[in-house]
């Protein structure tokens, strides 16, 4: 639809427009700014690859929205103001939305919504608006069309009036009933909106999985979710972990033979909106019941907006925004809409989370494994109230996939507590003067030549004496889940090694409070509980120091697997692979890593002046009371109500049972929480895993 050259042009007259004020509209160039508009909704529905933010978009659609309110004869029928995007995505069935998906109008301000709610008022005569409140998801609209309780079809949002059918893709959305009672409201035909998303767990799941194939991840859940959308192997959707939250009835048809005696509605039809999603809800479907608010004035719903967006990154999935909906339905029929969106409703934008800016750099990093991780710095950029400078991009596979120079504009983003990443480089905006990222070819540190590991995305420094190693490895060995060394943090580690106090791992055992004296923000007391940490972590058990050894792949469960089958810490060195192999949860990657550590001198050496100072490097074989869970293995999937994950797998321990990290034949229990992933499905494949909630395992437990 758009060449190279028209791509450059339109892309740089966007940020000309961004620039501009309202009053340089001018008839003469209002065409111009619909063809940037047109090209941006290109760009977003038809090849889903947005070039500019939805805030910088909205931005530019409100320039002309302005112009064509204030000056009406110069509205055209093709104005981007007067329909909802212009493609379609090929290669599915095509089907017509009962009722056009209209966008909603946004705001960004406390002032936005006051006029919006004067101008409610205006048109209704009504002084105080009743208001419904529910959350903005940010995934990918679909429409859901149900008749006589069954589900008919699924269908993108397309153009807002001709979608795609990818029913064979809705299926395998566990969260969609395939059926649903209506008829206890009358209802023959329905068609409901919604989006789809992936979770903050699975996604973050899904990409390190990713990552551990040496593949680049993906760049945040709602590319995810709309990507998976339009697979064409519905299997492979399945696996993805997608989910649905359903939060608007556009249509619904009550027929006659519904209304017998025999099929008379149970409830009556709601008359509000907030009733719609109670009634989608008690009907089995995932509205946002619970998060949904219901007010009295436009004062409340600013409050709640405020106390949401506070909260936002405590929830399970990714938000950008609140809807405010006119809750009474006969109400909202009296408003009406536009021939872009309804007036009864707006979307209330959160702070961008989204920016474009410049990469400046890329510097290369080592970790505490010897890994090379480039990390690229960019023009300091504003993104969700955080300035961003650094961004990590993993690794030499991922600078191909994304196309990056030095020199590139780039799409950036930071969803919730997620890394910020980038989305994209922007190609069709450079110079000719950006530079190729060359890759090291020796370390950053030592200069030693870097190695990358068959079947690895990633280049690895392997000189164990490496300084920038050292470090890494000392900040992990300290830490809470290895020997939790009390007040020995991360910056305490960097200090102490810059200045010489400690050299290695061992050298933490050779400190003395004399040490300490004269070094700033260290008085007695917390000279003596830093001296009094290193004194009690002597006594952690050798599972803590196994996984705080920092063994590539080795994680607490397996370090605790491997103490289980040894008696001391060196007999490791003597157990081959397949010997290693035959342990629980033990394959060949874990097996090959931990035979290339006890069998490098330098380490056996670091462990034996560990002992000699004191450490525990003996395993302490517990008794196992009579009734316990010798020899059964467990693994949990999804939120537990009433224990603690961590509590839960410590009770298992305690009766002498084995905690797994993954589902295979050697697992004998799973127990199951809320929203339960892909383990679950795994698990109901293998006859012998015994699946049990939460509190069947509790009833376990206690015999």
């Given at each position: 639809?758009?060449?190279?050259t028209?791509?450059?042009?339109?892309?740089?007259?966007?940020?000309?427009?961004?620039?501009?004020?309202?009053?340089?509209?001018?008839?003469?160039?209002i065409?111009?700014?619909?063809n940037i508009?047109?090209f941006?909704?290109?760009r977003?529905?038809?090849?889903s690859?947005?070039?500019?933010t939805?805030?910088?978009?909205?931005?530019?659609?409100?320039?002309?929205?302005?112009?064509?309110?204030?000056?009406?004869l110069?509205?055209?029928?093709?104005?981007p103001?007067?329909?909802?995007?212009?493609?379609?995505i090929?290669?599915f069935?095509?089907?017509?939305h009962?009722?056009?998906?209209?966008?909603?109008?946004?705001?960004?301000?406390?002032?936005d919504?006051i006029?919006?709610?004067?101008?409610v008022?205006?048109?209704?005569?009504?002084?105080?608006?009743?208001?419904?409140?529910?959350?903005?998801?940010?995934?990918?609209?679909i429409?859901?069309?149900y008749?006589?309780?069954?589900?008919?079809?699924g269908i993108t949002?397309?153009d807002?009036?001709?979608g795609?059918?990818?029913?064979?893709?809705?299926?395998q959305?566990?969260?969609?009933?395939?059926?649903?009672?209506?008829s206890?409201?009358?209802?023959?035909?329905?068609e409901i909106?919604?989006?789809?998303?992936?979770?903050?767990?699975?996604?973050?799941?899904?990409?390190n999985?990713?990552i551990?194939?040496?593949l680049?991840?993906?760049?945040?859940?709602?590319?995810?979710?709309?990507?998976?959308?339009r697979?064409?192997?519905?299997?492979?959707?399945?696996?993805?972990?997608?989910?649905?939250?359903?939060?608007h009835?556009?249509?619904s048809?009550?027929?006659?033979?519904?209304?017998?005696?025999?099929?008379?509605?149970?409830?009556?039809l709601?008359?509000?909106?907030?009733?719609?999603?109670e009634?989608?809800?008690?009907?089995?479907?995932k509205?946002p019941?619970?998060?949904?608010?219901v007010t009295?004035?436009?004062?409340?719903?600013?409050?709640?907006?405020?106390?949401?967006?506070v909260?936002r990154?405590?929830?399970?999935?990714e938000?950008?925004?609140?809807?405010i909906?006119v809750?009474?339905?006969?109400?909202?029929?009296?408003?009406?809409m536009?021939s872009?969106h309804?007036?009864?409703?707006?979307?209330?934008?959160?702070?961008?989370?989204?920016?474009?800016?410049?990469l400046?750099?890329?510097?290369?990093?080592?970790?505490?494994?010897g890994?090379?991780?480039?990390?690229a710095?960019?023009?300091?950029?504003?993104?969700?109230?955080?300035?961003?400078?650094?961004?990590s991009?993993h690794n030499?596979?991922?600078?191909?996939e994304?196309?990056?120079?030095?020199?590139?504009?780039?799409?950036?983003?930071r969803?919730?507590d997620?890394?910020?990443?980038?989305?994209?480089?922007?190609?069709?905006?450079?110079?000719?003067?950006e530079?190729?990222?060359?890759?090291?070819?020796?370390?950053?540190?030592?200069n030693?030549?870097?190695?990358?590991?068959?079947?690895e995305?990633?280049?690895?420094?392997?000189?164990?004496?490496c300084?920038?190693?050292?470090?890494?490895?000392?900040?992990?060995?300290?830490?809470k889940?290895?020997?939790d060394?009390?007040?020995f943090?991360?910056?305490n580690?960097?200090?102490?090694?810059?200045?010489?106090?400690?050299?290695?791992?061992?050298?933490?055992?050779?400190?003395?409070?004399?040490?300490?004296?004269?070094?700033?923000?260290?008085?007695?007391?917390?000279?003596?509980n830093?001296?009094?940490?290193?004194?009690?972590?002597k006594?952690?058990?050798?599972h803590?120091?196994i996984?705080?050894?920092?063994?590539?792949?080795?994680?607490?469960?397996?370090?605790?697997?491997?103490v289980?089958?040894?008696?001391?810490?060196?007999?490791?060195?003597?157990?081959?692979?397949?010997?290693?192999?035959?342990?629980?949860?033990?394959g060949?990657?874990?097996?090959d890593?931990?035979?290339?550590?006890?069998?490098?001198?330098?380490?056996?050496?670091?462990?034996?002046?560990?002992?000699?100072?004191g450490?525990?490097?003996?395993?302490?074989?517990?008794?196992?009371?009579?009734?316990?869970l010798?020899g059964?293995t467990f693994?949990?999937?999804?939120?537990?109500?009433?224990?603690?994950?961590?509590d839960a797998e410590?009770?298992v321990?305690?009766?002498?049972?084995?905690?797994l990290?993954?589902?295979?034949?050697?697992?004998?229990?799973?127990v199951?929480?809320?929203?339960a992933?892909s383990?679950l499905?795994?698990?109901?494949k293998?006859?012998?895993?015994?699946?049990?909630s939460?509190?069947?395992?509790?009833?376990?437990?206690?015999?």
């Open positions: 639809m758009f060449n190279a028209q791509v450059k042009t339109l892309q740089q007259d966007s940020i000309k427009w961004l620039s501009f004020s309202d009053g340089e509209i001018t008839i003469d160039n065409e111009e700014l619909r508009l047109r941006h909704e290109h977003y529905y038809v090849e690859d947005p070039v500019i939805d805030f910088e978009y909205d931005t530019i659609f409100k320039k002309l929205q302005t112009f064509e309110a204030a000056n009406p110069c509205i055209t029928k093709d104005s103001t007067q329909r909802v995007g212009v493609g379609l090929k290669n069935p095509k089907v017509q009962l009722v056009p998906m209209l966008s909603l109008d946004n705001s960004y301000s406390a002032d919504l006029d919006f709610d004067r101008k008022r205006e048109l209704s005569g009504i002084e105080n608006i009743e208001y419904c409140i529910e959350p903005k998801f940010d995934g990918a609209s429409s859901l069309v008749e006589n309780d069954t589900l008919l079809k949002r397309g807002g009036e001709v795609d059918d990818i029913t064979p893709n809705i299926y959305i566990r969260s969609i009933p395939l059926k649903a009672k209506l206890l409201f009358g209802i023959e035909q329905i909106r919604g989006e789809v998303l992936i979770n903050k767990s699975n996604f973050a799941k899904y990409n999985g990713l551990e194939e040496g680049p991840p993906m760049a945040n859940p709602r590319n995810a979710a709309a990507g998976t959308l697979m064409k192997d519905s299997t492979l959707v399945a696996k993805r972990n997608l989910e649905a939250f359903l939060y009835v556009s249509y048809f009550v027929g006659k033979e519904s209304l017998e005696e025999a099929k008379k509605p149970i409830y009556n709601p008359t509000t909106h907030s009733g719609f999603l009634m989608l809800w008690q009907l089995g479907f509205s019941k619970k998060e949904m608010k009295h004035g436009i004062a409340e719903v600013i409050k709640y907006i405020n106390e949401f967006e909260g990154d405590a929830l399970p999935y938000i950008d925004g609140m809807v909906k809750n009474d339905i006969a109400l909202q029929d009296k408003l009406g536009t872009h309804p007036r009864w409703a707006i979307a209330y934008k959160f702070k961008a989370r989204q920016a474009t800016s410049k400046l750099a890329v510097d290369f990093q080592l970790g505490r494994t890994a090379v991780t480039p990390v710095k960019i023009a300091a950029s504003q993104v969700g109230g955080v300035t961003v400078t650094s961004i991009i030499e596979d991922y600078i191909k994304k196309n990056l120079k030095i020199g590139d504009t780039i799409l950036i983003e969803s919730g997620v890394i910020p990443q980038i989305v994209k480089s922007l190609p069709e905006l450079r110079t000719g003067e530079k190729n990222i060359e890759f090291p070819t020796h370390c950053p540190m030592c030693d030549t870097l190695v990358r590991p068959n079947g995305a990633v280049w690895r420094c392997v000189n164990i004496n300084e920038a190693q050292v470090v890494e490895r000392i900040i992990h060995f300290v830490s889940d290895a020997m060394i009390k007040s943090g991360e910056a580690v960097r200090k102490f090694y810059t200045m010489g106090i400690i050299k290695n791992v061992p050298s933490i055992y050779k400190l003395n409070d004399t040490m300490f004296i004269g070094i700033e923000g260290f008085g007695e007391k917390s000279i003596v830093l001296i009094d940490g290193i004194e009690a972590s006594q952690q058990p050798l803590r120091l996984y705080g050894l920092g063994i590539r792949y080795v994680g607490e469960n397996t370090a605790k697997t491997l289980r089958n040894i008696d001391d810490i060196f007999e490791l060195s003597t157990k081959n692979i397949d010997e290693l192999k035959k342990m629980d949860d033990v060949v990657k874990v097996a890593s931990i035979t290339a550590f006890f069998k490098n001198e330098d380490n056996i050496i670091m462990l034996k002046h560990l002992q000699a100072l450490l525990q490097m003996k395993s302490i074989k517990k008794e196992i009371a009579e009734g316990g010798s059964q693994l949990f999937t999804g939120t537990l109500n009433k224990l603690k994950r961590s410590a009770m321990e305690e009766k002498a049972g084995k905690i990290s993954g589902v295979s034949s050697k697992l004998n229990y799973l199951v929480g809320e929203d992933g383990k499905e795994k698990a109901k293998i006859q012998t895993i015994n699946i049990i939460e509190d069947e395992f509790i009833e376990l437990v206690n015999g």
